[in-house]
Nanobody, 127 residues
Framework: QVQLVESGGGLVQAGGSLRLSCAASGRTFSSYAMGWFRQGPGKEREFAAAISGTGSRTYYADSVKGRFTISRDNAKNTLYLQMNTLKPEDTAVYYC????????????????????WGQGTQVTVSS
């Protein structure tokens, strides 16, 4: 069982930056592929970014590519999402998710592919 706890959300003006963190329990974090998803008001949950267990491979949704950076520190069992040039449409609850990777280089972009989810952290971008 893996427990995930997000932090770092808040209120920021458009054009600003935030860094989200996701702390994971367990001793096999490096074997887990991780992802960030978000759910805006009145919207369905959507994929934002994914990273392989080793951190060598990443993938981004078009809506965040070039502005967001996903990374991980396996020594600290922590996943990050650096969000720059934030827009009002980035307003959402952000969730981290994890699953055992098939390969150390595997990453996943669909919600049902993940087994573990955090409780979410709110990000609000004002115009």
């Amino acid at each position: 069982q893996v427990q995930l706890v997000e932090s770092g959300g808040g209120l920021v003006q458009a054009g600003g930056s935030l860094r989200l963190s996701c702390a994971a329990s367990g001793r096999t974090f490096s074997s887990y592929a991780m992802g960030w998803f978000r759910q805006g008001p009145g919207k369905e949950r959507e994929f934002a970014a994914a990273i392989s267990g080793t951190g060598s491979r990443t993938y981004y949704a078009d809506s965040v590519k070039g502005r967001f950076t996903i990374s991980r520190d396996n020594a600290k069992n922590t996943l990050y999402l650096q969000m720059n040039t934030l827009k009002p449409e980035d307003t959402a609850v952000y969730y981290c998710a994890g699953r055992q990777g098939y390969l150390s280089t595997s990453y996943y972009t669909r919600g049902p592919e993940y087994d573990y989810w955090g409780q979410g952290t709110q990000v609000t971008v004002s115009s």
